[in-house]
């Protein structure tokens, strides 16, 4: 009995990943938004309904013509799969909206750009670290910012970041370039400005490639786990740890603070 339930609460731990939510289990299709509210309105009562079961990665309202048609429809995703089923279980017919039940479904319309990178933005990755450890469960450096010699036509820097976790021995480093054209009749105002725009650049697809390393493990308690992914650049020789775990059950902005203390020489299994 002692393993049956083991095995049941394995099952139930849900991986996250800090790539865009696009699998069908994480976006939910709602219909029937009455057309007539204003767009404000609307989006404010979808997001006070949903956030309650989780952080949202987007709400997109695709608006018609009040006048051709009185309903329209949207989408919801979320981070969490987990989140997305408990909202559609218990909004769908539930949730209304000037006067309206809105239907709420899993979507089988989730195209993603083929040309969009599948990664999160790095303000997505730090929201979404912030909500499942907390403001101060982890950090970030930047441990390299170099031009890139010979760019001919442009102003190219490399950034280097290293993501470290609260009082848990796992890090994870990643790299960005960020690229501005500059042509050699601009200014040194304009030079300086392309730099600082090619910093910003190479600076955030550093820690969103550092982050595309880390995975977060929801655990039915209501507890979160990460690992880190080992790295196959050769220059990196941090270790590659489980990282232990906090209790967000209370507060999503969790301090890290576990009672008993966390132990990562005992990782989940």
Not at 159 to 164: A, K
Not at 243 to 264: A, E, N
Request: hydrophobic share 35%; charged share 20%.
């Amino acid at each position: 009995l002692f393993f049956l339930k083991r095995a049941k609460n394995l099952m139930s731990v849900e991986l996250l990943d800090f790539y865009r939510p696009d699998e069908r289990e994480k976006n939910l299709y709602l219909t029937r938004i009455p057309a007539a509210l204003p767009r404000p309105e609307k989006w404010g009562k979808l997001y006070n309904a949903f956030s309650p079961y989780g952080l949202l990665y987007r709400i997109h309202l695709v608006e018609q013509d009040a006048d051709s048609s009185p309903l329209e429809y949207g989408f919801v995703s979320f981070y969490s799969g987990a989140a997305a089923r408990r909202a559609q279980r218990e909004l769908n017919g539930r949730l209304e909206i000037g006067g309206t039940r809105i239907r709420v479904q899993f979507s089988d319309r989730i195209k993603p750009a083929a040309a969009a990178s599948p990664l999160l933005h790095s303000s997505r990755c730090q929201e979404l670290a912030n909500y499942y450890l907390g403001f101060h469960g982890w950090s970030s450096r930047v441990t390299a910012m170099e031009a890139v010699p010979n760019s001919v036509g442009t102003v190219c820097y490399h950034c280097r970041v290293e993501i470290q976790i609260a009082a848990c021995r796992g890090a994870c480093t990643g790299s960005g370039v960020g690229e501005v054209p500059h042509g050699p009749s601009e200014g040194a105002l304009q030079k300086a400005q392309s730099i600082g725009v090619a910093k910003k650049q190479a600076f955030s697809r550093a820690i969103a490639a550092a982050f595309s390393r880390v995975i977060l493990c929801i655990l039915p308690s209501g507890k979160v786990g990460a690992h880190v992914v080992p790295s196959c650049d050769p220059q990196c020789d941090l270790p590659c740890d489980l990282l232990s775990v906090c209790d967000l059950s209370h507060d999503p902005q969790c301090d890290l603070s576990c009672d008993p203390p966390c132990d990562p020489s005992h990782p989940i299994t």
